[in-house]
């Protein structure tokens, strides 16, 4: 599936090509996911549970947090991670994979919340989807970027917009606005 999606693009992927490429029949194939949109979000499915393993054994204080891990496992699987951010299909394996994300995520604001014994400053659902966005968005930067870029710097970058603000990546002085 993703070696088909990546040549020719989902919408241009048939089952007639799946079958063939495996090696399997059709009924096979029939029996196992019937339908290519089942087995791309199958494919989704067990790469974004890798990666939320991977991102929940993470130790949150290595350089870079859990978004390094996150980028090691994008340039690792690149080609999946491309079909994901691309939007392949309807769109539902970019939503499926941030909703895994938005799941770790929304565990560890909570624990946040708990430690430091403070109530939320905003919606506890948009701050969660917003930062399984903006994590989502750090990976499509990385899969286009250049192979070189490292992952725990660019962590590190990614991580300092977050907790300083727009203002403060444009190189504007604390303070100064700079609202979207």
Do not use: C
């Not at 991977?54 to 949150?60: G, N, R, V």
């Not at 948009?126 to 930067?141: G, H, P």
């Amino acid at each position: 599936m993703v070696a088909l999606v990546l040549e020719q693009g989902y919408d241009a992927v048939t089952v007639e090509a799946l079958v063939e490429r495996a090696g399997v029949t059709r009924a096979a194939f029939a029996a196992y996911f019937g339908t290519r949109e089942r087995l791309l979000n199958a494919v989704v499915d067990e790469f974004a549970e890798t990666v939320a393993v991977a991102f929940e054994d993470a130790e949150i204080d290595i350089e870079g947090g859990r978004l390094r891990v996150l980028l090691e496992q994008a340039r690792r699987s690149h080609d999946v991670l491309a079909i994901i951010v691309r939007g392949e299909g309807d769109g539902e394996p970019l939503r499926r994979f941030a909703g895994r994300i938005a799941e770790v995520l929304a565990e560890d604001f909570d624990d946040e919340l708990l430690q430091s014994g403070t109530a939320p400053r905003a919606d506890r659902q948009l701050v969660i989807r917003m930062w399984a966005a903006s994590l989502t968005a750090a990976v499509a930067w990385f899969i286009d970027a250049d192979e070189r870029v490292d992952p725990a710097k660019a962590a590190a970058e990614v991580n300092a917009i977050a907790e300083l603000g727009w203002s403060w990546a444009a190189g504007r002085e604390a303070g100064s606005s700079g609202s979207a």
